[in-house]
């Protein structure tokens, strides 16, 4: 029988690890966390500085090549465009052929406000129809796919020969004009609608009308404001173009017809005042009206950044 060795084997005790205490550093002196800003960070952060400097760089460069170029028939420099654009202003407000700017511009502007409504009224009509029905799709489809392509200005004859040289051709081509691309996109914003809403409305007993109005207008608007937005530049284009051909009726005519005159007088100062009016007015529509409805809409609710 073998006995058990005996062998002594050292203790081993673990090591003693020391203690480590850190002390809370302030982050203030890492790194500056927040700082307030600079002026000039303050003022090139908001937008509309910033398009105003670039609208100030082309003025200048427009200025300058005018110049370098000297052929007024040509280019006028921004000086002369300006004062003629004054000169315009300060004309009497009478709706003759010689009327002030203004009342040129508004002109147009009562005119485009006529047809663009009824355009956005018919393509929610159809859209509406489309989404809710089957011959209405199919409706829709082909219409837009006869008409869509065929630009508005080509009906212009038509609308001549079908209601005179007056307001209503001028009215029905606009019409054509915003139509179309508005209503596509207002169903490509209906098609878009998630299930889980669409659903959402149907449990709700939600039809028709109501359903459209309460669930795909506000869960597709943001197609639908992009639709607005498309229409209405289409529409001023088309109808800029409509006047320069033929003026409306009482002897006045718009923007397009001013900027007509001008040129086959060669006061071409004042064609570039007219262009100038045309964008200006553009400018204006988009940055209050249109901007202001995304801020109180698709941005207020969250669907765009």
Same mark, same amino acid.
């Given at each position: 029988? &073998?006995?058990?060795?005996?062998?002594?084997?050292? $203790?081993?005790?673990?090591?003693?690890?020391?203690?480590?205490?850190?002390?809370?550093?302030?982050?203030?002196?890492?790194?500056?966390?927040?700082?307030?800003?600079?002026?000039?960070? %303050?003022?090139?952060?908001?937008?509309?500085? %910033? %398009? @105003?400097?670039? &609208? !100030?760089?082309?003025?200048?460069?427009?200025?300058?090549?005018? %110049?370098? #170029?000297?052929?007024? !028939?040509?280019?006028?420099?921004?000086?002369?465009?300006?004062?003629?654009?004054?000169?315009?202003?300060?004309?009497?407000?009478?709706?003759?052929?010689?009327?002030?700017? @203004?009342?040129?511009?508004?002109?147009?502007?009562?005119? @485009?406000?006529?047809?663009?409504?009824?355009?956005?009224?018919?393509?929610?009509?159809?859209?509406?129809?489309?989404?809710? +029905? $089957? =011959?209405?799709?199919?409706?829709?489809?082909?219409? +837009?796919?006869?008409?869509?392509? !065929?630009?508005?200005?080509?009906? #212009?004859? &038509?609308?001549?020969?079908?209601?005179?040289?007056?307001?209503?051709?001028?009215?029905?081509? *606009?019409?054509?004009?915003?139509?179309?691309?508005?209503?596509?996109?207002?169903?490509?914003?209906?098609?878009?609608?998630?299930?889980?809403?669409?659903?959402?409305?149907?449990?709700?007993? *939600?039809? /028709?009308?109501?359903?459209?109005?309460?669930? &795909? =207008?506000?869960?597709?608007?943001?197609? =639908?404001?992009? /639709?607005?937005?498309?229409?209405?530049?289409?529409?001023?284009?088309?109808?800029?173009?409509?006047? *320069?051909?033929?003026?409306?009726?009482?002897?006045? /005519? /718009?923007?397009?017809?001013?900027?007509? =005159?001008?040129?086959?007088?060669?006061?071409?100062?004042?064609?570039?005042?007219?262009?100038?009016?045309?964008? @200006?007015?553009?400018?204006?529509?988009?940055?209050?009206?249109?901007?202001?409805?995304?801020?109180?809409?698709?941005?207020?609710?969250?669907?765009?950044?």
């Amino acid at each position: 029988m &073998l006995e058990a060795s005996t062998v002594a084997y050292p $203790r081993l005790t673990p090591p003693v690890r020391p203690e480590l205490v850190s002390s809370v550093t302030d982050s203030s002196e890492i790194v500056q966390v927040e700082r307030p800003l600079s002026t000039w960070e %303050r003022i090139t952060g908001q937008a509309s500085v %910033r %398009r @105003l400097f670039l &609208l !100030l760089v082309i003025v200048v460069a427009w200025e300058a090549y005018a %110049r370098y #170029l000297d052929k007024p !028939l040509m280019l006028p420099t921004f000086t002369d465009t300006a004062a003629a654009f004054w000169t315009e202003l300060n004309k009497p407000f009478n709706f003759g052929s010689d009327s002030n700017l @203004l009342v040129k511009a508004w002109t147009s502007v009562s005119v @485009l406000v006529k047809g663009y409504a009824l355009g956005v009224l018919l393509a929610a009509i159809m859209s509406s129809l489309a989404v809710t +029905t $089957r =011959i209405g799709n199919d409706l829709l489809s082909t219409l +837009t796919s006869m008409f869509n392509p !065929l630009p508005a200005i080509a009906l #212009l004859p &038509l609308a001549m020969l079908w209601f005179g040289l007056g307001e209503t051709a001028l009215v029905f081509v *606009l019409i054509h004009a915003a139509l179309w691309p508005l209503a596509l996109n207002m169903h490509s914003g209906f098609l878009g609608v998630s299930s889980t809403l669409r659903m959402c409305g149907r449990n709700y007993g *939600l039809k /028709g009308l109501r359903y459209v109005l309460q669930i &795909l =207008i506000p869960a597709a608007f943001p197609a =639908i404001l992009t /639709g607005l937005k498309i229409a209405w530049a289409f529409a001023w284009r088309t109808l800029i173009a409509a006047e *320069l051909v033929f003026g409306i009726s009482g002897g006045s /005519g /718009g923007l397009g017809w001013f900027i007509f =005159i001008n040129k086959q007088e060669l006061n071409i100062p004042e064609v570039f005042a007219g262009l100038g009016a045309v964008i @200006l007015i553009g400018l204006i529509i988009e940055n209050f009206v249109f901007r202001y409805i995304e801020e109180a809409t698709v941005k207020k609710w969250g669907m765009q950044h």
